[in-house]
């Protein structure tokens, strides 16, 4: 189990080993990038070498640029009339043109696998494979990353490696991770860090508290010292960050230790999180609980997420909390004014630039400023006019003291609401993890099993085609980005997991439309109302409270599709996280790759 605890800034004694550590592992992860792009560039020509398939992905491409242009005259032709119907031969359109795609994609996947079984290509992958390895084993060896911090960049590099497009290079932004990862069992207890025993990693008490503080906070307060680097000597480097222990670290053996910064508004936010090994709780017996997940307007300012229903006979519901949503409405807000404020000045800049221009006809602008502003008119992020501030400074030119302070007071004003915005949307989003945990904890309090549906909750953030009309019943995304009930669902199952409870799924189809006291299955409109009439009894059900009755008496059929799942997932096999299942990847280093040389200049600090 994985514990997070907040950090305060690094000591200032180690605080710039820290931002070298951080720095060298950003270096790291761009370098790993490179060799992924340029051994892809590799796999490609090796594979054009017995035979040429740019004509068929040509073809391809160019029937996918058609049902593009297609779906686009659909779009358009909605607009126009206001509604959500689309032409039936429109629609055939699109449909021909998508089975001719995926008729052409398939004779590019055949000729594919049939330049794959060539022995040539074979040999020529296998030695591209070996090449990878001596050329990542060299880029480790000079990267000046300590082992833990590299283990998890690597895996971060394997995550971004397992999809089909080039990955991309990260800009530095003052974020990052420092690790220390123990990977042999009993080495390192957390009875070991709370003694300061431990070489790698140890929590000792702090005096960063005034004496004046709560009694408990007082206690609480600790002093994080995690092994970031070794020196040039072969001596261990320390990093140092104040810590608020605000829950005990359970008896285990820990596996990772992790210090994590990250930027929101120009402000840096630190926090540890320490994976410890627990043995597994034993397994509790008692009543059960069937919960409905999803998220309905049910009017008064709230929305519901969760509907549960126990077999002691109790009910409830949970709604999100008036000031969660008041906060997230007002950060929205505090938004659509900076992107207005955005627009609104570029085109004063822009006219006070021209309005110079022909008032001082003479005027040369410094060559990096000309350059900044011929692409000006298409800015979408703030951050663009603080680094044009930024260069501006360096490039003065006569008389622009009147345009450079409109261009601070803009810069002051959009940091405000930058930082306004960050503030209500990071406690609001706090509060409703706080209510989520809080939820979870009372009913693994009191009971035993839970039952959910087996509900994949991505298929309801796909948007639907053109050519398949309006969304229709789909909730409004807004309610769902509100609720965020993908946490909600998995901090209930984290609270039965973590006290030895039972997590039954139930497949998830005619929950909310079949009324279980007569047997009828209806079909009515779920997103229409909240509350129905039973088509059967005509009794008025609230949907929510009869999906959640379905799911509570199916807990037989539920462990049974529990195990399936169970079973499902136990004979697939398992492979390598971030690598692709086919043999040869195309993510093999270029034999041309330059030589490396351990890096002697240490980054700036930011």
Known sequence: RTYKYRLRPPAAECRDAVWLQLRLAHLYYNDLIELERAGRVEYRAIMATAGDVAAAEAKAHATQVEIAAARAAIDKAKAKARRGRVDPEARAVVKTLVARHKVERAVVKAIKLVRRTDPTIASALEALDEQKKAVR???????????????????????????????????????????????????????????????????????????????????????????????????????????????????????????????????????????????????RSGDVVGVDIGWRDVGGDRIRYVYWAGSDGRRGEETTPASVRRRLEKADSIRSIRDKNLDAFKVELAGAFALEHELRPELVLPEALTEQLQTMHAWESPRRFVRLRSIWWNARFPNDASLLSSLETWCRRDHHLHQYEAGLRRHALAHREDVFR????????????????????????????????????????????????????????????????????????????????????????????????????????????????????????ARKHTAALAAAKAAKPKRKRGRKPKKHSPDSPSPTQRPRTARKRPPKAP
């Open 137 to 283: 084993a060299d880029c480790r060896a000079v990267c000046c990353v300590y082992w833990g911090t590299y283990q998890a960049i690597e895996a971060a590099v394997g995550s971004a490696n397992a999809h089909s497009a080039d990955p991309d290079f990260k800009s530095w932004s003052g974020e990052g991770q420092l690790a220390v990862h123990i990977q042999s069992p009993d080495v390192l207890t957390t009875a070991a860090i709370l003694d300061g025993s431990a070489h790698v990693a140890s929590i000792r008490s702090g005096d960063w508290l005034h004496e004046r503080s709560g009694a408990r906070r007082y206690l609480a307060a600790k002093v994080l010292r995690l092994r970031i680097a070794t020196d040039d000597v072969g001596q261990p480097v320390y990093g140092e960050w104040p810590l608020i222990l605000h829950r005990p670290l359970p008896a285990g053996c820990v596996t990772w230790v992790k210090v994590n910064v990250r930027r929101y508004a120009g402000r840096e936010e630190w926090w540890a999180t320490i994976t410890v090994q627990v043995p597994a709780p034993a397994p």
């Open 438 to 557: 809080c939820l979870a904890a009372r009913l693994a309090n009191e009971y035993a099993v839970v039952v959910l549906e087996d509900w994949n909750l991505k298929t309801v953030v796909e948007h639907p085609e053109p050519e398949d009309g309006t969304k229709g019943s789909t909730p409004p995304s807004h309610q769902r980005q509100m609720t965020a009930v993908s946490y909600a669902r998995a901090a209930i199952i984290n609270a039965f997991e973590r006290t030895g409870g039972l997590v039954l799924r139930v497949p998830p189809a005619y929950t909310t439309l079949f009324h279980r006291a007569c047997g009828t299955t209806n079909d009515w409109d779920a997103a229409a109302a909240i509350e129905q009439t039973c088509t059967g009894c005509g009794q008025v059900l609230d949907q929510d409270e009869n999906a959640a009755e379905n799911l509570l008496a199916s807990e037989d059929e």
